[in-house]
């Protein structure tokens, strides 16, 4: 069965300093896979998407990339942390749109707090 | 593009009591629907989706949901509620001809259930 797997849970960084956010997929390959980021009261914003190795979207300009350096890993990365990174930061994967199984895995997060 | 309107966003509801969270949605092609749960400091988790076929699609936890396409809407409706059903909700739509499959969310409906 396929898993998903995001690390760390939490996380206290000061401004200024760097962020690395790591998700890997097991059990499947080739995923479509995402991040997303929930801040407090609004909802679920896609922040990058990738489609294959190498090949990653960015839907918002922002202070964030993201890589796919491996079929089923991704990871969000700042070289630069600003209070406003701070939230909940969410990586999902899904198969190709359309397919029985197709739908959002979700991992189970990262609480940043940028102090 | 495609967008999700969850017309309430706190339902407090007595435990059995019925409830119904609502979620209409703009596209001017095809969609995939989809609802998707959420606890505290907890990822998403799929609770049910609509692909094709037939409308009313169930969860095996007793939610269910039923698209009506001239409605533009996938209401989720569960006939007697439990305490552990107290969540945040959330409403998913994509459009059938995005190959990447990214999910524009609602902005969640906060569900309360008291004894």
């Known amino acids: 069965s396929q898993t998903i797997h995001q690390w760390p849970a939490t996380l206290v960084q000061p401004v200024g300093s760097p962020l690395s956010l790591e998700c890997t997929v097991e059990?499947?390959?080739?995923?479509?896979l995402y991040w997303y980021r929930q801040a407090a009261g609004r909802g679920l914003q896609l922040l990058f998407y990738s489609v294959g190795i190498g090949q990653i979207s960015s839907e918002v300009p922002q202070n964030l990339s993201a890589s796919r350096p491996q079929d089923r890993q991704f990871i969000l990365s700042s070289k630069k942390l600003l209070l406003s990174d701070s939230g909940f930061y969410l990586c999902?994967?899904?198969?190709?749109?359309?397919?029985?199984?197709?739908?959002?895995?979700f991992g189970s997060g990262t609480r940043l707090t940028v102090v | 593009a495609q967008s999700v309107t969850q017309l309430d966003s706190q339902v407090p509801v007595f435990e059995e009591a019925p409830v119904e969270l609502r979620c209409n949605y703009s596209s001017s092609v095809s969609v995939y629907l989809f609802w998707y749960v959420q606890y505290p400091n907890q990822g998403l988790q799929l609770l049910l989706k609509?692909?094709?076929?037939?409308?009313l699609v169930e969860s095996i936890n007793g939610f269910e949901a039923e698209f009506n396409k001239s409605q533009t809407s996938f209401h989720l409706r569960k006939p007697s509620v439990h305490i552990s059903d107290t969540a945040e909700y959330f409403c998913?739509?994509?459009?059938?001809?995005?190959?990447?499959?990214?999910?524009?969310f609602g902005a969640g409906t906060q569900v309360v259930v008291t004894p």
């Open positions: 999902a994967w899904s198969a190709f749109p359309g397919q029985a199984d197709y739908g959002y895995t």
């Open positions: 998913a739509v994509t459009s059938t001809t995005d190959s990447w499959g990214k999910l524009q």
């Open positions: 609509y692909l094709s076929g037939s409308t």
């Open positions: 059990g499947t390959s080739n995923p479509n």
